[in-house]
């Protein structure tokens, strides 16, 4: 009270420190940076290495299953996984939550370099990686328009280096093309005859190619620095290099041993941009920065870059995400501008005076501008989740400023001064607003326990509310009433247009009121039967979810222009015969797909041991708005399409902001199926990929099979390797080197290029295995005082083998994993069918069958996000008790929530939408929200009860008399979110669930309080008058004066008769 009173005696005081506050909100909005998700820390890490040509078998016991080794021991580790494919390792890491990822990440990487001497020498450093949905790249850029060899060649030493030096941008990518390499082709036969090997020149090329400082001398005026210089400067350079020096032989070259020639490395991936060959640039932003701004310099960038391009080639982005999530953050600013526009029809309507209207509006700016400094402040950043938690604010920052104009309006029609009817406008109405902020306030402290993902995405959006709730309390208390105790009269406005109409409404308003009123009696009389219908309600909530009529998944996909194809082929594909089926599939999408404005192909290889290959096409089908059908609608032509593709499997994924590692969507179903034997893994996947055909709803389930490929397999004599004294490790490398190659330098070139110098076997023993035999190894016989050299047919032979193509592994166990998604039905409920079928299979000991993916997900976040919500509901009720006093009239209260639930989830039914963490946020949003009715009622009815005014009398007199700001509040917060309930823009699927669950718990709680919340009232009344004498058999005068507001007034008479009948005597 002494707040209002200073801002109504001292206006110019308390206007001169909000300016202040908004003065510097406006400046910090300017400092705010942008991105699309607030920073996420995904308690993951991943691991990746590369072994060329290495088989699945190999890579997992020389490379994954090491570093699973090194890793399990790190603290707060819950979970380890591995793929192990041809030529490449992926470890997954999951860590429990609240572990620091970065913290984390350097000690793996200590981890990895202890162990790196027990890894093989040519595989890739293992790279380190975090999963953050805001790391993924900004922009996609294509380069055609000339052979690939020159397309990489410009890639790398004009793009790539002119693209990282844009500030903030953390690395370029380039995929694709022909990368240029100097081959060192051994013809075996010269190498034997000269006595020589695989290693000593390996040994020879790295110890010439050298050049390096050695020191300084230093004269009488300068000192020069001296630097010896062997490096190889042309390839000429590298076939004069002399390998070997003797008498018998004199000097052999490298040339005289093997054929040295410029080519390039073998090619296993193919890119096209709209058919035409293509190398690929992925940029990725560094962690902090304004992804707008980046995308915006590096755009400038490449304009730059086309100038000193060559006239045929072209330069295009194929993917943008900086439109989409500026397009995401207008459109949520137009809703919010949308918002402002409709809150203020509605005020008028109610208010019918401009004055009125413009006092209540003035909140709006205030708050959100004050709000932009706290923001800043605490480190925020201008993100979807807190651009989308102002404009869901509209409407509720205005709540307060209502409830005391209305009061204050309600004092100037009795005749009082508008600078004491402000006072007492406020004074009365005090307790009620606090009530209803902190109740709105108080749901989202629970947000702080939500662990994992979930609680790290609406953190700075549960804050965001609460700042702009508390800012919106007290302008409330401070410039709502400074400017109605100066603008507002007895007579303002009461001529004119607006004013006739404002008669007109205020007599049917009258009239409603008053219908509301003389139904109390009734109402009470029927209270049982109207308590009994509320239960119905709340029991039809659970039939609604239960039957299936409302979806669940964990979050809803958004048409963010892209369509992402992904295309596999049977184990053993060819890279020609996978190219084959993705240029019929890129010609079928550009015949039946119209909408599509790009399309970059990606064609990759099956590798080493015929693993299927795979080809993924991203396509861009540019804004929503500018055509005919959404990004699902296409999916589903793409699927039909798929189906006539000979052999290939095909599939159509659109983007969610918060896929999991591992990908696979917010709909998908993954059943992961472990054991010690992959055979038998093989065959439960079948038994489970046919389980869930049974089931309705999903699509089929599929695996990343293990099945065996067929293979040679060079196979060692370990007692001869020990005659002759030859190593397992120096034969598999040798025979690497033959049929893979070892890069074992590089070629700087004056213009600063880098090309590797890799020694490889020649076409021909490449070809046949059995020339590979001949390939001369060092060895030492036993008391042998030198070295000897011997053939790798001395100590091998050669049998037909099998081995899998990938194998993958949890927590340490062999496990095969099959995907399928959730199609037309309820995510959980074909969750649910799933585990049942799979729980029919009877499984061998030592195995079990895990349903995860986005069930898992979903089940994970509801069960966090309904424990914050209860927590809520019990925070929410200590605070009411606080307030008033009482333990029962709380309980009162709480009877809007379920009610509230009622109308959500008619919401959801409705509109389509699902159960998801956005709607299940909606659900604790709607929690705070839907306490306004019941506190604004109940607090008059204990007003005028304490004045001697009977129980239902009260109630009718305050349903009355409170209906007007009742209904003000509840239709400014509806109308305010329904901008954003529209689903018409950008990003619109994820905010939408919010505003139709919180539109539908505000539309339900507000008609139905009106009967529910009087006829709870009479019960506990009665309730607590019968406990009372049963306790303590003291007279009701004396319970009343316990405390709280329902037991300090009570009415003259005793209660009624049926009261004391039905709780006892």
């Known amino acids: 009270m002494n707040l209002t009173r200073l801002s109504v005696e001292r206006p110019l005081t308390i206007l001169m420190v909000i300016l202040g506050i908004v003065l510097m909100g406006a400046v910090a909005y300017t400092r705010l940076r942008v991105d699309r998700l607030p920073p996420i820390d995904i308690p993951f890490l991943g691991i990746n290495v590369t072994y060329p040509q290495a088989s699945a078998q190999d890579v997992e016991q020389l490379i994954a299953q090491p570093i699973e080794n090194v890793v399990s021991g790190m603290e707060g580790v819950s979970s380890i996984s591995s793929n192990s494919r041809e030529g490449r390792a992926s470890v997954t890491i999951q860590f429990a939550s609240g572990v620091n990822i970065d913290s984390a990440a350097l000690d793996v990487g200590r981890r990895l370099a202890s162990i790196r001497g027990r890894l093989p020498a040519d595989i890739s450093e293992p790279s380190i990686f975090k999963a953050d949905p805001n790391a993924t790249p900004i922009l996609n850029i294509a380069l055609s328009g000339a052979a690939l060899e020159q397309l990489f060649d410009l890639a790398s030493t004009r793009l790539q280096p002119q693209i990282q030096s844009v500030p903030g941008v953390a690395s370029v990518n380039i995929s694709g093309g022909l990368q240029r390499e100097i081959q060192i082709q051994v013809d075996y036969s010269k190498l034997a005859a000269y006595g020589l090997t695989i290693q000593q020149l390996s040994t020879a090329l790295v110890a010439a190619n050298v050049t390096a400082p050695v020191g300084a001398i230093d004269q009488i005026t300068k000192s020069l620095g001296v630097r010896s210089v062997g490096a190889f400067e042309s390839v000429d350079a590298i076939k004069r290099l002399v390998v070997l020096n003797t008498a018998a032989a004199g000097q052999v ?132 989740m807190t651009l989308m938690a102002l404009a869901l604010m509209i409407g509720i920052l205005v709540d307060d400023s209502i409830v005391v104009l209305e009061n204050i309006h309600r004092h100037l029609e009795l005749g009082v001064e508008p600078r004491e009817a402000a006072l007492r406008g406020r004074s009365e109405i005090g307790l009620a607003a606090i009530a209803i902020t902190l109740a709105d306030v108080i749901v989202y402290a629970p947000m702080a326990f939500v662990e994992g993902t979930v609680g790290q995405l609406f953190r700075q959006y549960g804050l965001t509310i609460v700042v702009a709730t508390l800012l919106s309390l007290l302008i409330s208390f401070t410039l709502t009433p400074m400017v109605a105790s100066r603008w507002l009269h007895h007579d303002t406005e009461a001529r004119g247009p607006l004013a006739a109409f404002g008669r007109w409404w205020d007599r049917g308003f009258a009239r409603l009121a008053s219908m509301l009123a003389r139904s109390m009696p009734l109402i009470i009389s029927s209270r049982w039967v109207v308590v009994t219908l509320a239960g119905a309600l709340l029991v039809s909530c659970w039939a609604m979810l239960s039957l299936g009529y409302i979806g669940t998944e964990y979050a809803p996909a958004e048409d963010d222009g892209t369509l992402r194809v992904s295309l596999s082929m049977p184990s053993g594909t060819s890279l020609t015969t996978t190219d084959t089926a993705a240029r019929q599939l890129e010609a079928a999408l550009r015949d039946r797909v119209p909408e599509i404005q790009n399309m970059f192909t990606t064609v990759s290889s099956s590798g080493f041991g015929g693993g299927g290959g795979s080809a993924n096409i991203a396509l861009d089908l540019g804004p929503k708005d500018n055509r005919p059908r959404s990004a699902f609608a296409i999916a589903d032509t793409v699927r039909e399409i798929g189906k006539t593709i000979p052999g290939a499997t095909v599939s159509a994924n659109i983007s969610s902001p918060l896929s999991g590692p591992g990908g696979g969507g917010t709909t998908s179903l993954a059943v992961d199926i472990q054991g010690p034997e992959i055979d038998t893994l093989t065959q439960l996947a079948t038994q489970v990929q046919a389980a869930g055909a049974t089931v309705r709803g999903l699509t089929p389930l599929q695996g990343n099979s293990q099945a065996s490929s067929a293979e040679l397999h060079v196979r060692l004599d370990p007692a001869r390797m020990a005659q002759l004294g030859v190593t397992s490790q120096s034969a598999a490398q040798v025979l690497r080197t033959t049929l893979s190659g070892s890069t074992v330098s590089v070629l700087r070139r004056p213009d600063q290029t880098q090309v590797d110098i890799t020694i490889i076997g020649s076409p021909e023993d490449r070809a046949n295995l059995s020339n590979a035999l001949a390939v001369p190894i060092a060895g030492s016989a036993a008391n042998a005082t030198t070295s000897t050299v011997v053939t790798l047919g001395q100590v091998a032979t050669i049998v037909p083998g099998s081995g899998p193509v990938q194998i993958q592994r949890t927590d340490r166990n062999r496990t095969i994993s099959v995907r399928g998604t959730a199609n037309g039905r309820p995510l959980g409920q074909v969750a649910t069918d799933l585990r049942a079928a799979i729980a029919a299979m009877e499984l061998p000991p030592g195995y079990k069958a895990t349903v995860g993916g986005g069930a898992q997900q979903l089940n994970t976040a509801i069960a966090s996000l309904t424990q914050a919500l209860v927590l809520a509901v019990v925070l929410e009720y200590m605070l009411l008790v606080a307030l008033y006093q009482s333990w029962f009239y709380p309980l009162v209260r709480m009877a809007a929530v379920p009610l509230g639930l009622f109308g959500a989830f008619v919401g959801l039914l409705v509109t389509g939408n699902t159960l998801n963490i956005f ?53 400014t917060m509806v109308f305010g979110m329904i901008p954003l309930a529209l689903k018409l823009e950008a990003g619109a699927e994820s905010r939408a669930p919010i505003a139709i669950v919180v539109i539908g718990a505000l539309i339900s709680s507000t008609f139905l309080t009106l009967a529910v919340v009087p006829a709870l009232y009479t019960l506990f009344d009665d309730l607590q008058v019968w406990l009372g004498r049963l306790t303590s058999g003291r007279q009701r005068e004396a319970v009343a004066a316990a405390g709280a507001p329902l037991e300090r007034a009570r009415d003259a008479a005793a209660p009624s008769a049926a009261a004391v009948e039905r709780f006892g005597k």
């Open 253 to 384: 070259r490298l040339s005289d041993v093997a054929t040295i020639t410029e080519a390039y490395k073998d090619q296993t991936q193919l890119q096209r941009m709209n058919g035409t060959n293509a190398v690929g640039l992925s940029i990725v932003k560094q962690s902090g920065v304004n992804q707008l701004q980046v995308a915006a310099d590096v755009k400038a960038k490449l304009d730059d870059l086309r100038k000193i391009l060559p006239p045929s080639t072209k330069l295009q982005i194929t993917n943008d995400n900086s439109l989409f999530t500026r397009a995401s953050l207008d459109a949520i600013q137009r809703d919010l501008i949308l918002a402002v526009f409709l809150v203020g029809a509605v005020m008028l309507v109610f208010l019918h005076q401009w004055r009125n209207t413009a006092i209540v509006l003035f909140a709006i700016p205030t708050v959100l501008i004050s709000t932009f400094l706290v923001m800043f402040m605490l480190g925020f950043t201008l993100n979807i």
């Open 919 to 971: 709607s299940i946020i909606g659900l604790v949003m709607a929690e705070g929200l839907v306490a306004k009715t019941s506190i604004l009622l109940i607090d008059y009815t204990n007003q005028l009860r304490e004045q001697g005014i009977p129980r239902t009398e009260a109630l009718a007199e305050a349903s009355r008399t409170r209906l007007r700001p009742i209904l003000m509040t509840s239709a």
